[in-house]
């Protein structure tokens, strides 16, 4: 079964600072490896996405991540923090071993705070 | 349109009402779900409707019935629930092969 891990329940980072999301996961096959933003009272927004393609990635506002299969990871990094990126970070792992729709399995999130 | 739509966006509901949560989307994804988010923790699946069919039931209670009716409505039926199923629910779809998951905004359920 597949499973991700977060490090850190809560990061800190001023405005304008590297922001840094780390997200380390386990699969038996290679793994299709999504980050996704929850705003307060919100659904989940899509920041990025890893389907073997690529191992860097690209996503909205700003944010990327790099697939690493030695290291098992997947983390997220944004250069330079707005205040606007205050919000709930979930990397999430979904493995199509079953060649269908099969769910996300979450971390348990990473709340981003940005200091002024 | 990258949009999936939930209504209602909040309900409250006796432990002895009968209620349905609905969710559309226009996107022409064939595998949509259900999630349920408690406050600070992160989505735990519930249900998996792929081409109209339930294909993944997570060992939810009987009191939670989902209902596929075309392929672009989502339907959560709720009845006898208890407080401790008071939560965010989540709807999202994709296309079944690639997997990327749009989701609703959510309704915020209270059960009293």
């Known amino acids: 079964a597949q499973s991700v891990t977060q490090l850190g329940s809560h990061v800190s980072v001023s405005e304008g600072a590297l922001v840094l999301l780390r997200c380390n996961y386990s699969?038996?096959?290679?793994?299709?490896l999504f980050w996704y933003v929850q705003y307060p009272n919100q659904g989940l927004q899509l920041l990025l996405k890893y389907t073997s393609a690529a191992t860097l990635v690209k996503g909205i506002n700003g944010f990327e991540a790099e697939f690493k299969k030695s290291e098992t990871s997947f983390h997220l990094t944004k250069p330079s923090a707005h205040m606007s990126d205050a919000a709930e970070y979930f990397c999430?792992?979904?493995?199509?071993?079953?060649?269908?729709?099969?769910?996300?399995?979450f971390g348990k999130g990473t709340h981003l705070i940005i200091q002024p | 349109d990258t949009e999936v739509t939930q209504t209602p966006k909040h309900l409250v509901m006796g432990m002895t009402n009968k209620k349905s949560l609905k969710c559309e989307q226009h996107m022409g994804h064939r595998a949509m779900y259900w999630y349920k988010q408690k406050a600070k923790k992160p989505p735990e699946l519930m249900f998996v409707y792929s081409y109209e069919k339930l294909s993944i039931n997570e060992s939810v209670p009987s009191r939670f019935s989902p209902e596929c009716p075309n392929s672009s409505l989502l339907n959560l039926h709720l009845h006898a629930l208890q407080p401790e199923d008071s939560a965010l629910y989540l709807c999202?779809?994709?296309?079944?092969?690639?997997?990327?998951?749009?989701f609703g905004q959510g309704t915020r359920l209270t059960v009293v």
């Open positions: 999430a792992v979904s493995d199509r071993s079953g060649g269908g729709a099969d769910g996300l399995t």
């Open positions: 999202a779809s994709s296309q079944v092969e690639v997997g990327t998951a749009f």
């Open positions: 699969s038996s096959v290679p793994p299709y």
